[in-house]
Each structure stands twice: as C-alpha cells, then as structure tokens.
C-alpha cells in the first residue's frame, strides 16, 4: 500500500534562514504522482507542486525549489531565505496510477502527516 | 472564478444527532473528493465521485457515513448518529476530469470543522 511519511514534525527557524522539509514515499506503482500543499492559518490547502514518476528534475520557484529522486524515494522541499509568512502547515502527498490495484487510484491523495513550520522574525 | 465552497464553516453537534455537510465544486470541475483532518489520523481520504458516482467510497469509516452529488455539482456529506471520534476537520476538493495518466490537480476547499459534544 501507498504510504507517505515527513518524518519532520515541527520545525522552527529564524527568518532569512534556509529550511529543508523531507518527505519519503512508498508506492509500488511505476507510475505515481507527488505533491507539496500548504496550509496556512486559514485552514485552506493551497497547492504548491506536483512532479511526476518519470521526472526527476529538480524544480525552483522563487525561493522555493523541490529535490524528487527515485533512488531514495523521497521528494524534499526546501525554501531558502524563509520569511514569516512561510509559516504553516506543510504536507507532501502521493497520488498513484492504481496499475497494482488493477485499475484505478482516481487521482485520490494519500497524505503525510504534515510538518510545522514555524519562521521567527 | 470562485473556488470551492464549503457549508458550513462551523458545525457543533451533540453526540447521536446527525449533520451533512455540503460541497459546491469549481464550476466543470466533474471530480470530486471528500477528505477528513482529525488529529489522531491526519489528513485521509473519504470518497470520490465522478459526475454523480463514487466509484470510489474505501475511506469511508463506517456505514455511519454516506455522501451524494446531484447534477455533477453539489455533494453533500451526511454522517449520522455522530460520535466524539467524528469531530474534525472534513474538506472537499475537486477537479477536471480524469486523463490517461490517472491524475487530475485537486482545488481544496476552506473545510468544515466539526465538533461533537
């Protein structure tokens, strides 16, 4: 079965201070898909990322960037020069192709338990 | 465009009464997914439907719990005789349709807390 896990479960910095988030998956589907959300105070998901089974290229966003490698199944997300208004809630999830459940997966997620990100000013 | 909504933010309920919960997706958006965020369990998944189906329904904690979508549109979440256990966080997100690839972004909405006294 599929599994996500951040094995981060609080984290504090200081602002303008760089922060790596880890996330580890398990899947046995070759193809799969994975997500950063983050959820702020108000409760909401917003969408940050999604990267595919077949592409391992790292990405930057600003001041975020993502590392996807297949090797060690994990999909880390790092901001660099954290500021306040990163603070919140942050989760990586999987979503597999369902070939091993012989159909299907729907695109349904499967979560990690989320890591607190706490940036001081 | 409006994104997802929600109703109601809030719910407070007594122990044994029942509550639905109602979803209003992205407008075209066919797919639609209930999640629940307690704190023991996290984020999980609870049902999926396509149009108005639920091919899916594998996180549905017990038979307490049932959802429907009318018209591709709305859905409603109803769980009945609620328990101290059902109280969290239950969110909706929706999508466009499926493609070859099985995947489809998900828009979530603000979520409705529920409390059971």
């Known amino acids: 079965a599929q599994k996500v896990t951040q094995a981060q479960t609080e984290i504090s910095v200081v602002e303008k201070e760089d922060v790596t988030l880890d996330c580890v998956y398990e899947t046995r589907d070759t193809t799969y898909y994975l997500f950063w959300y983050k959820q702020p105070p108000s409760g909401e998901l917003v969408f940050l990322i999604r990267?595919?089974?077949?592409?391992?290229q790292n990405e930057i966003s600003g001041r975020y960037s993502w590392n996807f490698q297949k090797s060690t199944s994990s999909f880390n997300f790092t901001i660099t020069a954290s500021q306040v208004v990163d603070s919140a809630v942050y989760f990586c999830a999987l979503s597999e192709a369902g070939q091993n459940a012989g159909g299907t997966s729907y695109g349904k997620l499967t979560f990690g338990q989320g890591t607190i990100l706490t940036v001081h000013p | 465009g409006a994104g997802v909504s929600q109703s109601p933010s809030n719910k407070v309920t007594e122990k044994g009464k029942d509550v639905e919960l109602r979803c209003d997706p992205i407008s075209g958006h066919t797919a639609l997914y209930w999640y629940r965020q307690s704190l023991g369990q996290g984020l999980e998944f609870l049902i999926y439907?396509?149009?108005?189906?639920?091919?899916?329904k594998s996180g549905l904690p017990s038979d307490r719990f049932s959802a429907e979508r009318t018209g591709g549109s709305v859905s409603t979440l109803t769980i009945q005789r609620t328990q101290q256990e059902d109280s969290a966080v239950y969110l909706c997100?929706?999508?466009?349709?499926?493609?070859?690839?099985?995947?489809?972004?998900?828009?979530f909405g603000p979520g409705t807390r529920l409390t059971v006294l």
């Open positions: 439907f396509q149009g108005n189906s639920a091919p899916d």
């Open positions: 990267r595919n089974s077949f592409d391992e």
């Open positions: 997100a929706t999508g466009r349709p499926l493609q070859r690839s099985f995947y489809n972004e998900q828009f």
